[in-house]
């Protein structure tokens, strides 16, 4: 399975940020979005990614308040990223190397999406259950009640 199949599916609302937005600021949109990540957006350049993660980290190192200071500051400059051609399962394998939640998708330079864990998860237990339910069919005779566990 390639990216590009779970992104059709996902569809594509981006959400960006940009270095010299207040952490304040990108907190409150991850906060009312409920979303997990944003990328960070230079130019029309993906120059970083803001994730939970280092809303900790800055929140940590803060004393347990945002601050005043700008993304820039505390955003993973060198996230990893990936193309709608990549195959899912080095998906998992690069999120896992890397302890990466979410994983940008470019094409080129352009932004196309982002891949979250759980992105890839759903995505796993859904082709597993489609295999799974495959092989049942194909056995005859496969009882009911096993279909409801």
Do not use: C
């Not at 609302?13 to 960070?40: C, Q, R, Y």
């Not at 350049?45 to 929140?59: K, P, Q, W, Y």
């Amino acid at each position: 399975m390639k990216v590009s199949e779970i992104l059709k599916v996902k569809g594509n609302i981006l959400f960006t940020v940009t270095p010299d937005s207040p952490m304040l600021d990108a907190v409150n949109a991850m906060a009312e979005k409920d979303i997990g990540s944003l990328v960070v957006m230079e130019g029309g350049d993906l120059i970083g990614m803001l994730s939970f993660r280092e809303v900790m980290a800055t929140l940590h190192a803060n004393g347990g308040t945002i601050g005043s200071e700008p993304v820039r500051k505390h955003m993973n400059k060198n996230p990893i990223t990936i193309t709608s051609d990549t195959d899912l399962n080095d998906v998992r394998r690069m999120m896992l190397e890397e302890h990466a939640r979410y994983v940008p998708v470019l094409e080129g330079k352009s932004l196309v999406g982002v891949m979250s864990f759980y992105d890839v998860a759903k995505a796993v237990l859904e082709a597993q259950s489609f295999e799974n339910k495959m092989l049942k069919s194909y056995i005859q005779d496969w009882p009911a009640e096993a279909d409801e566990r």
